[in-house]
């Protein structure tokens, strides 16, 4: 851990790895380890400039813990796209907030918005799985067979399903009415982890 310690006085480039494993925090559900994380990106802020300022300032704000309202935190992400169009966690995140947070807080075309925000993200980086299954979810969400057939490739390819697997297999499955895969997602249901299994019972 000192050795660690001494690395990250030392080498500036431990910083761009720290604000990069900023978003990969908030997904593990370990708010400690994602508060250290945002803590060790603070103590290193001078070392980030230009874009990557940019980006802490979006992705973190001015305190650690974060003391943003959501509403401020998605402007921060709207003003930090107009400047770095270029991020794919920006866009990302800013169609997450969007996404889940948007519709509660009167926030205005939430769900058109975060489709913007999210295709934007898979533009840049085809390979940005979360960004398909969020892409993914509002498509189900719509009932919009076409965007699901188009993006159930994708899913199937880097989709990162997480605690949704099996749930978003079977929604698709059933929007696409597809029936051999909603035989193999009932195949499966007896080895599902817990999650998938909370995830089915409320769809």
Do not use: C
């Not at 925090?25 to 994602?34: E, K, L």
């Not at 603070?42 to 001015?62: N, T, Y």
């Not at 920006?90 to 489709?115: I, M, N, T």
């Amino acid at each position: 851990m000192k050795a660690a310690s001494a690395a990250l006085r030392e080498d500036s480039t431990f910083a761009l790895a720290a604000l990069a494993a900023v978003p990969a925090s908030w997904r593990r559900g370990d708010r400690g380890s994602a508060d250290a994380i945002a803590a060790r990106v603070f103590r290193m802020r001078a070392r980030l400039h230009g874009a990557d300022s940019i980006v802490l300032h979006a992705l973190l704000g001015d305190t650690v813990p974060d003391s943003r309202s959501i509403l401020g935190t998605i402007a921060d992400l709207e003003q930090a796209v107009s400047v770095v169009p270029d991020r794919v966690e920006l866009w990302f995140e800013l169609g997450d907030r969007q996404l889940h947070f948007g519709v509660l807080q009167d926030y205005p075309d939430a769900l058109p918005r975060a489709k913007r925000s999210l295709e934007r993200a898979l533009a840049l980086d085809s390979s940005y799985g979360i960004a398909v299954d969020h892409l993914l979810l509002l498509a189900l969400h719509e009932r919009d067979s076409v965007a699901a057939a188009r993006l159930a490739p994708l899913f199937r390819r880097t989709g990162s399903r997480g605690d949704a697997e099996g749930a978003f297999d079977w929604v698709l499955a059933e929007l696409l009415n597809d029936t051999a895969a909603m035989r193999e997602v009932r195949a499966r249901i007896p080895s599902m982890p817990a999650a998938s299994l909370f995830w089915l019972s409320g769809l």
